[in-house]
């Protein structure tokens, strides 16, 4: 049986994912799925390090500029998204690319989503306008006393997971933690986990760079032009809340200019704690792309 094959490549913001994507996906003359929560929103560009309109004409990609700030956007619909883009490529071509940074959208696509219970729209509203008055400091409090599985195992610097933590377990009296049972799914197609890495000095050194290139094209600019909307769930972001505090007079520009490259490493280090967890993942420099067209040929090669 001749099964079809997604390569995905993962890693921490900067480590160089779009050229290696590209990359392979020429090589086998096919096309790109982008796992990236912050991409799809055509009103974010600079500040999501979107692939240039160069990279987006060589290889066709999906998730990029599909969707409105103003969507609900979450990894149960980029599954449904995905699997359906994948069976686009997968009329054309034996192979498909997948790639991008946030770990949850990867897993919802490789092996499904845990069934989560509906919630009470009143009680999200309850949490986010306290947490807007109160802060992160007291969200992460309020975890710690209701939900303490989930404040000693979870992402406890994400207010979107600590106030989707408090919404379950005061709308059902149960940890979150209950409902992640880890659930798997199989996909009838061959899955290739590649993760890309490198020294942290180098990757620290990429990240710095990447943030004075995009105040350069004009990330200051793009911010205020989204201003209006900055209490949009895709707005909460690193990139973009940090400019808000020097629009808003809080901050100065260059405070704004190095929380971002701190909080930017800050978020490398919780992608890759993520993917390292995964031991079905293979670790190569984002340069060794002939060691992933070897290790992608090895696989399809046994599936023939």
Known sequence: MNKKTCVILAGPTAVGKTAAAIEIARHFNTEIISADSRQCFKEMNIGV?????????????????????????????????????IDKIFQQQDIAVVTGGTGLYIKAFCAGLDDMPPLSPEIRTVIQDQYQQHGLAWLQQQVKEQDPLYYTTGEIQNPQRLMRALEVIQ?????????????????????????????KPELHARINTRVDIMMKQGLLEEVETLLPYKELNALQTVGYSELYEYLEGKISQQQAIDQIKTNTRHYAKRQMTWFKKDGEMEWLSPEAIGEMVNRVDQVTRKSN
């Open 49 to 85: 390090a979107k692939p240039s309109p160069e990279e987006l004409k060589q290889v066709h990609h999906y998730f990029i500029s599909t969707h409105s700030i103003h969507d609900t956007v979450n990894a149960a619909v980029f599954e449904q998204y995905a699997l359906h883009a």
């Open 171 to 199: 709308a059902t009296g149960q940890s979150i933690r209950t409902f992640q049972q880890q659930k798997k799914v199989t996909r009838p197609f061959n899955i290739i986990k590649l993760g890309l890495e490198l020294p």
